[in-house]
């Protein structure tokens, strides 16, 4: 059997001509229905490479994803400008020093980004305030669309361009990051194609891992499989995020992988897995989790727990569709879970009592899914004016909006057994109740199980980017040994 069916795509630079395009547009139209003239120039600043703390060990640079999307490049210390007006794209690259070609390698033309990212025109950044003032064909002070908003994920803002000569310029930071940040949320084919590669390679490098796991390894050891797999045939230099590689109750902590939790306990027999991992590729990620037993084989209580997790799974997924609401998606997934416990035992009671005091958020207190694209968590999840939910679970929601034709938003249904939630949760009385106590017991240690798809929305329904075994019989078949694919 081949190490991989695929090797990395081509990616045409139209992808980010046709994102400005898009923005340009979206512009264009915010201003004629605003009754505002139809000139002055989006500029963004794309970002800088990073040292580490007081040294000279430079981090391996990758590019601010809002500049990625429009103008796709690579490099840092860029400038990137589009005039409303005409239309044109405009790069400014830095001026770099003779000795730069000693240690980093040759110094490109401007002619050689002009033409490698597909824009109108390429400058150095030192030329800015002259360059745009010479395009405004004498207005005195050209209007500047800078970009500033809140990340609603992290709580960041994102952080406006800035250059010497700013004062030569009227600025407006208030009209880019809503609109830009709209154009990102509904993808376009060319940017579906690059997640999609991404899906493939990393649900054929989570395949990998399922056939190379045994009791005695280290988390890690699986985390550098799937590393190994994505970069060797994918040519994937970047991870979308932290790994996540939790084995036993580690699979509890939801953010595991981190520096104070790195992946590094052995596995034992009789473990089950969760694995999150998501290759990037050309600046588009993926977002995949598969869980499964250590040892290839489920236990009754392991399929029970991941039956219920898979039926949420895939229910949220058959009623996916344009103008489906995502709370109730959310909601969906907890009925599906809580109403698989009660019938295996675990919880009493009836389930729209559950729903009503919230008991779902105890075994599954994140969101159901958000936006996926240049970054893992995409923008957009919350519009102006939505407010967030209060309750426990649905405040985790990244995103409450009514699903749109050409989003890709993940499914991530999970029942998780941690000590933090289910201690207050049998102590509360007004959840107590729903508890049998000795069943939840036979789960101390237990962990959890989470199942992790990418879906783009279609016009009458989504489409499943991610191709990764689910069913307990394949999962156990592939660890056997079968062929993933099944009909290869």
Avoid at 187 to 200: H, M, R, T, W
């Amino acid at each position: 059997m081949a190490a991989s069916a695929l090797s990395p795509p081509e990616v045409p630079m139209e992808l980010h001509v046709s994102n400005r395009e898009k923005l340009l547009q979206s512009i264009r139209h915010h201003l004629a229905e605003n009754s505002l003239p139809l000139q002055g120039f989006v500029l963004l600043q794309g970002g800088d490479e990073q040292t580490r703390y007081c040294t000279d060990h430079l981090e391996l640079f990758r590019q601010e994803s809002y500049f990625a999307y429009l103008f796709g490049v690579v490099e840092p210390g860029f400038y990137g400008a589009i005039d409303i007006a005409t239309g044109k794209s405009i790069l400014f690259a830095p001026r770099l020093p003779a000795e730069y070609a000693v240690w980093m390698g040759k110094i490109k033309s401007l002619s050689y980004y002009q033409e490698r990212y597909l824009v109108t025109e390429a400058y150095y950044t030192d030329e800015i305030v002259e360059v745009l003032l010479d395009q405004s064909k004498g207005i005195e002070k050209p209007l500047l669309f800078l970009l500033h908003g809140l990340n609603t994920d992290s709580n960041n803002y994102s952080k406006p361009a800035d250059f010497k000569g700013m004062e030569t310029f009227q600025t407006d930071v208030n009209m880019l990051h809503p609109i830009l940040t709209e154009c990102r949320v509904i993808k376009s084919d060319l940017e579906l194609a690059v997640i999609q590669f991404a899906n493939d390679i990393s649900s054929e490098a989570h395949v990998q891992v399922m056939r190379n796991i045994k009791p005695g390894m280290k988390e890690y050891q699986l985390e550098s499989t799937f590393q190994h797999h994505t970069y060797m045939y994918g040519g994937c230099r970047h991870c979308s995020y932290t790994c996540i590689c939790a084995t036993g109750e580690n699979s509890a902590v939801l953010h595991y992988g981190h520096a104070a939790a790195p992946n590094d306990r052995t596995l034992q027999d009789g473990d089950m897995a969760l694995f999150d991992m998501g290759a990037e590729y050309q600046f588009y990620g993926s977002d995949i989790t598969c869980s499964f037993p250590v040892n290839g084989k489920f236990t009754s209580d392991q399929s029970l727990i991941y039956n219920a997790v898979l039926d949420a799974h895939d229910s949220v997924i058959s009623a996916m569709k344009p103008g489906v609401s995502w709370i109730d998606m959310h909601k969906l997934a907890e009925t599906v879970v809580l109403d698989s416990l009660r019938k295996g035992g675990i919880i009493v009671g009836d389930v729209a009592d559950m729903m009503a005091e919230r008991f779902g958020a105890v075994f599954m207190p994140h969101g159901l899914g958000h936006f996926l694209g240049i970054d893992t968590h995409d923008p957009g999840g919350y519009l102006k004016g939505l407010k967030k939910p209060t309750e426990p679970g649905l405040r985790s929601l990244r995103t409450i909006r009514e699903l749109k034709e050409g989003m890709v938003i993940t499914v991530e249904p999970g029942c998780y057994f941690i000590d933090a939630l289910l201690t207050p949760a049998m102590a509360n009385p007004k959840t107590s109740k729903f508890f049998n106590a000795e069943a939840i017991g036979r789960f101390k240690g237990f962990g959890g199980v989470r199942i992790e798809s990418d879906l783009h929305v279609t016009a009458t329904g989504c489409k499943n980017m991610t191709k990764c075994p689910r069913t307990i019989a394949d999962i156990e078949a592939v660890m056997a040994g079968a062929p993933w694919p099944p009909n290869e």
